[in-house]
C-alpha cells in the first residue's frame, strides 16, 4: 500500500509570503504529527492530531503556524507571513491509533521550505 | 522534558567494518521506548530498531543491535557487515508511552558514511 507522501516536495517562498503545506497519511491511521527539521538538525515536534481533532500543538513556534486536519485524514500545515527562520524540512507522520501502548510512527518524504 | 544527545556528529567507515553509534538520554520515567531511525539522502525517515525501557534484552534486528543501559541512560547503535546502502543520517529518538500524542524527541543525528 502507498506510504505517507506529501507535497509539494520542495516550496520557496519569499519572506512574508503565507504557504501551505499538504500530508497524505497513510489510510486508516488514526495519529498524525508534524515535525520540523532544521538544516543539520533532528526533527522537532509541531502538532498531533487524532482524527480530527488536534490534541497537542505545543510545539509551534508561533502563532504564525497553523495546522488542520477537518476530516480527519488530510492535513494541511499553514505558515503566515513566512520569515528566513521558518527555512526547514517540515515531516509529517502517521501511526496506526492513538490508544494503546506502542504505535509506531511511519513518515513522509518531507517537505524542504526555502524563505528568501 | 526529555532530551536526547548524540555525541558524534560524523562517523566513516569502511565496508564490511563494524561501527558503534552513541546515544544517550535524560528523563525521569521509568517506562518509555527508544529508537534509531535512518535518514538517507533521499531524506525518508525509516525505523531501524526499537527497544522498550522494561525490556532488559538488547533488541536486535539482523545486522542491527543495541546496548541499552538504562541505569546509564546510554543507547547506542551497533551495525555489524557495514553495507554502502548503510550511509545516512542516524537519530536515537525517545518516546514516553502516552495515550494519544507519542510524539518523538529526537537528537541531533550522526551522519554515518560507509566507504568502498
Known amino acids: 500500500g502507498a506510504g505517507v507522501s506529501q507535497s509539494p516536495r520542495y516550496k520557496v517562498a519569499k519572506r512574508g509570503q503565507d504557504v501551505a503545506l499538504r500530508c497524505d497519511p497513510i489510510s486508516g491511521h488514526v495519529s498524525l504529527f508534524w515535525y520540523q527539521q532544521a538544516l543539520g538538525q533532528g526533527p522537532e515536534f509541531l502538532t498531533y492530531?487524532?482524527?480530527?481533532?488536534?490534541?497537542?500543538k505545543s510545539g509551534l513556534p508561533s502563532d504564525r503556524f497553523f495546522a488542520e486536519r477537518p476530516e480527519g485524514s488530510v492535513s494541511t500545515l499553514k505558515i503566515q507571513r513566512t520569515q528566513q527562520e521558518d527555512s526547514a524540512v517540515y515531516l509529517c507522520a502517521s501511526s496506526l491509533s492513538g490508544s494503546g501502548s506502542y504505535n509506531e510512527q511511519f513518515f513522509g518524504p518531507g517537505t524542504r521550505l526555502t524563505v528568501l | 522534558a526529555q532530551t536526547v544527545t548524540q555525541s558524534q556528529p560524523e562517523m566513516s567507515v569502511q565496508e564490511a567494518e563494524t561501527v558503534t553509534l552513541s546515544c544517550t538520554y535524560d528523563?525521569?520515567?521509568?517506562?518509555?521506548?527508544l529508537f534509531w531511525y535512518k535518514q538517507p539522502p533521499s531524506r525518508q525517515m525509516i525505523l531501524v530498531i526499537r527497544?522498550?525501557?522494561?525490556?532488559?534484552q538488547n533488541a536486535t534486528e539482523n545486522r542491527f543491535s543495541v546496548n541499552f543501559q538504562k541505569a546509564a541512560k546510554s543507547f547506542s547503535l551497533k551495525i555489524s557487515d557495514s553495507q554502502l546502502g548503510d550511509t545516512a543520517m542516524y537519530f536515537c529518538a525517545f518516546m514516553k508511552p502516552l495515550r494519544g500524542a507519542q510524539k518523538l524527541v529526537f537528537g541531533q543525528g550522526t551522519r554515518l558514511t560507509i566507504n568502498p
Open positions: 527497544q522498550e525501557a522494561y525490556k532488559q
Open positions: 528523563t525521569s520515567e521509568n517506562n518509555y521506548y
Open positions: 492530531f487524532q482524527n480530527e481533532a488536534q490534541l497537542d
